[in-house]
């Protein structure tokens, strides 16, 4: 999915598989200290976006591009399945559970 996302960007000369993207995507994704991790994780336990927010200390930038990415992909028009739950989550109040769970189906 971020494949098809950056590829339709015409960001064909970028190596996504490198370090520094797959670490900052490894880093998110199992780090304690990441703070889209944290962020979702007060979102999963909470279910409220807003209280999840006020317990951060630090920006979570997750949050922000997943609004950036929601807008830009309504030009371009990839199928991003994910990024799209993830924004139902955070921008339209779905719960994460019930959210996760139509993905799930859809893809069967």
């Known amino acids: 999915e971020m494949h098809a996302f ?3 960007l015409n960001l064909n000369d970028r190596d996504f598989l490198s370090a520094s993207y797959l670490g ?3 880093v998110t994704a199992y780090s304690e200290y990441s703070r889209n991790r944290r962020l979702g994780h007060f979102v999963g336990q909470t279910g409220d976006v807003e209280k999840a927010l006020s317990k951060m200390k ?5 949050y922000y591009n997943a609004k950036s990415i929601h807008l830009k992909n309504k030009e371009l028009k990839v199928s991003l399945d994910f990024a799209e739950t993830v924004y139902s989550i955070l921008f339209r109040k779905k719960g994460p559970k019930s959210a996760f769970r139509e993905m799930e189906a859809s893809l069967n």
């Open 6 to 8: 950056l590829y339709a």
């Open 24 to 26: 900052d995507l490894v």
């Open 58 to 62: 630090m920006i979570a930038e997750g």
